[in-house]
């Protein structure tokens, strides 16, 4: 749920994502919380934005994205600023996106075997040691 724009239905999501999969609803609301809390938003775009234009060479450009929020504050109404953002929309989102795959895969892959080894060890602790049987 990290950077996902869905603030207003995060906490719809989570409960709907940790109920089935028996997770801890209290800590996934947690964790939601603390990461993708609207203080730290601009922040996460922000880096994803700057990652994304390593990958895709300057795409979309701090400029342009102050000149498009420039239009939308002095557009007409609701629909004039949905026909804005859609016009520029694709390019910020695949830059968004190849941003936030740049900022995840490798965080991903250096948090598997430390998480991997957590919860085998959790679970070998948590399962009964059977004594040997004797004859």
């Known amino acids: 749920m990290g950077i996902m ?5 995060r906490s719809a999501l989570i409960f709907l994502f ?8 209290v ?3 947690i964790a ?8 730290l938003l601009l922040a996460w775009y922000s880096l994803s934005l700057s990652c ?6 300057n795409a979309v450009t701090w400029e342009r994205v102050s000149g498009m929020l420039d239009d939308i504050r002095q557009s007409a109404g609701f629909g004039e600023s949905l026909s804005l953002l ?3 929309g694709w390019d910020v989102v695949f830059v968004l996106l190849a941003g936030g795959f740049l900022i995840a895969f490798p965080l991903g892959l250096a948090s598997y075997p430390l998480a991997l080894r957590y919860f085998l060890r959790r679970h070998r602790a948590a399962r009964p ?6 004859r």
């Open 18 to 25: 940790s109920v089935p999969m028996r997770a801890n609803v």
């Open 32 to 39: 939601g919380t603390l990461i993708g809390n609207p203080f």
């Open 129 to 134: 040691v059977k004594a040997p049987q004797t």
């Open 52 to 57: 994304g234009n390593l990958l895709v060479t």
């Open 27 to 29: 800590a996934a609301f």
């Open 86 to 88: 859609g016009a520029v």
């Open 5 to 9: 724009p869905v603030l207003p239905f």
